[in-house]
């Protein structure tokens, strides 16, 4: 499973961030009492939000607030008399707005995870100022002028290697943001910009109200057949929490397919539940996000050409390590034929399946998951419902990604209860590096909630920073089914998987050994931060990490050697359509932002059914991952043009993986290099030497092959 990534930072002060509206009277005089806690650094360890103190009225005025604070620094610096020097420019910009990235931290972080109508309408009435902010910032002339001229002397600046990046960084982005622009040309783009912040938060809450509405009710326990008893309980509980005493509520994920279309075995409910998923977004009300996704593509494209791109992904692409669309669109045409002949293989399969069981009917998407779980059965004699008693949550967590974390990095975790959280379920861990001395500090928030949005990811409350002299401080958040009281949280493997990737952008954001915040951690392109997340998944089938976490929850004994061996054997089974869904997925990512400027998508239906003809990735019954209408990642989480690196991170990971083995596998001397080159550089170098330094040549796609099973190892 590969799951999204939230960086609030980036979706805060990058995606989102702007402004020049000044705030009201009211609303500066609120925040600057002391009655706001936002208004002042959390006295907290390593700067953590003070949850129990901050009142959701708290975050609208402080927003506010801190982009006047930032735009006064901001103003300061471009108006300086002095010559522009690395010092009183560059860094001077570092440090400014630091009220507005704490507030925006926690703000995004609760927002995504735990909203409300409240915080909903301050997103949504804050998203457009941001955006002006962040113009207010790119778009203004004379701070550009003293950055120019900072670049254009860098040679002679005799700087350390981190700076001399930190200024390119810079001017590109500035260049990127529009500030060679005329200036009717900066106006509309600040137009442009305002108008996408809005849509985005709008597609958002949209998609949040859809995905909740479209929950699958039930009044006959006998339409659940196949569910366990605490998964049919769990389900009997949500609807009464939604008031619907006496039946059975399935909510959605953010995914096309469901995690319960495994185990129901009446088709009938399955189709219904693959229908609320597949058309959640697209019933005509409030919760139809067609007209806003079209809208925004029409924008993008509009912004792109302004710019001086052909499209909205050439745009986007100046900075990733694939650097343009066509490296996109070759490196994904590479994973086609063979996708599609395995994804169809595999439906014949199924559908041989469904034949001989006497069953009369052609395979539909609402069936691949259900019959694939018993091909999976009979071919490896293994299901999913064998597997969760011995991944118990806590211990996944506790003998899994931290154990694996000690082995190769010599971390240790140590929970703690003195520090607040926004939601009873958060728990937090103090992170204590190989030497004894505290990394950061990880917040982990699993169960999944109405008020939550899909999918899972990680964030940082805090950025690591040697000039601010701030530690990381970060979270992972997924959306695991809840328990019902006094029951275990049993996972699947997929959910065991999920685990290990969130927490490997964790790792990258802990392990961030930066001098300037911009260059640390996760701060790096779409196309590479998916790498140490996707890495940090093969550990989860490593035989000495498996052992350690893959125990009975009643027993206490061990997973089975022969379940063990059923696992590794099942690895690639049904790979087809999983690349399948992503593939198509990341297609229609493409084909909506490499649209034309001027471009009126008027059916955004016939739209996609088009695109993915177009690409070849229209499989028979293997739907996308996501379709256009709920495609959170690409419409609001700054994932525009970039779903592809899932895949392109996926080809990095299995190089650094293959590396490992051919190596000695877990050791601390190659956890120490990885770390050491990778998960410690964050944006400090260019990408493609950074990885050529770690692996020794240029990224090769045979071992992602070879890992997904669609192509022999070499002999």
Known sequence: MRIQIFSASVAVIAALASLAIAPSEDAIAATSSRSNPLASPSTLPLGAPPFDKIRDSDYQPALEEGMKQQLKEIQAIANDPAAPTFENTIVAMEKSGRMLDRVGQAFFAVVQANTNDLLDKVQAAEAPKLAAHQDAIYLNSKLFARVKAIYDQRANLHLDPEALQLIDVYYKLFVHSGANLSDADKA?????????????????QKLLAATKAGALVVADKAQLAGLTDAEIATAAHDAAQRGLKGKYLIPLQNTTQQPSLFSLSDRATREKLFENSWMRTEKAGPGDTRATISELAKLRAEKAKLLGYPNYAAYVLYDQMAQTP???????????????????????????????????FALKPWDWEFYSEKVRKAQYDINQEDLKPYFELNNVLTNGLFYAANQLYGLTFKERHDIPVYQPDVRVFDVIDKDGSQLGMIYFDYFKRDNKTGGAWMGNFVQQSKLLGTKPVVYNVANFTKPAAGEPALLTFDDVTTMFHEFGHALHGLFADQTYETLSGTNVARDFVEFPSQFNEHWALYPDVLKHYAVDYKTGKPMPQSLVDKIKKAATFNQGYELGELLAAAELDMQWHTLPAGTSIKDVDTFESQALHKAHVDFTDVPPRYRSSYFLHIW????AAGYYA??????????????????????????????????????????????????????????????????????
């Open 188 to 204: 509309r783009l600040r137009q442009i910009n305002q108008r996408d912040a809005t849509l985005e938060a709008a597609f958002q």
């Open 636 to 639: 609001a989480n700054g994932y």
């Open 646 to 715: 899932y895949l392109w991170t996926e080809m990095l990971d299995d190089d650094a993986f293959d590396w490992f083995k051919t190596h000695g596998g877990m050791t601390r001397a190659n956890g120490q290099r990885f770390r050491d080159m990778i998960l410690s550089r964050g944006h400090s170098q260019d990408y493609g030497p950074m990885f050529r330094a770690f692996y020794g040549r240029d990224p090769d796609i045979g071992p992602m092959l070879e890992h997904r099973g669609l192509e022999k190892p070499a002999q």
């Open 326 to 360: 066509d490296a996109v669109l070759k490196f994904m045409d590479q994973l086609v034929p063979a996708t599609g002949a395995e994804a169809k293989s595999e439906a014949a399969t199924i559908q041989a399946l469904i034949d001989k069981a006497g069953r009369h």
